[in-house]
């Protein structure tokens, strides 16, 4: 099994930046690919980016170029960056992880969730 503590959420300006931080404990092995997820009220949960054992991303289109997602397998940890944050980004968000390689960015690949950390953008 594998346990996912996010934290680094909070409340920030438009155009301001937050960085969320994912660690995971347990049988660590099983985390070749990690993501960012993100719910929003009233909508379904939707795939922010991903990261692979090897270091290789994917991004969801809306923010590509704005979010930043990396890993230190040594710490076990999971990061997502977030830069130009728009109040569109509100939502609630979630770190996930799998123990198969090169996933999308379809939640229901993903084995294992923490139990997110609240973003908010004022508008």
């Known amino acids: 099994q594998v346990q996912l503590v996010e934290s680094g959420g909070g409340s920030v300006q438009a155009g301001g930046s937050l960085r969320l931080s994912c660690a995971a404990f347990g049988y660590t092995y099983n985390t070749y690919c990690m993501g960012w997820f993100r719910q929003a009220p009233g909508k379904e949960r939707e795939g922010v980016a991903r990261i692979d054992w090897d270091g290789s991303t994917n991004y969801a289109d809306s923010v590509r170029g704005r979010f930043t997602i990396s890993r230190d397998n040594d710490k076990n940890t999971l990061y997502l960056q977030m830069n130009s944050l728009k109040p569109e980004d509100t939502a609630m968000y979630y770190c996930?992880?799998?123990?198969?390689?090169?996933?999308?960015?379809?939640?229901?690949?993903?084995?294992?969730w923490g139990q997110g950390t609240r973003v908010t953008v004022p508008s």
């Open positions: 996930a992880a799998s123990d198969r390689w090169r996933l999308s960015l379809d939640p229901d690949e993903y084995n294992y």
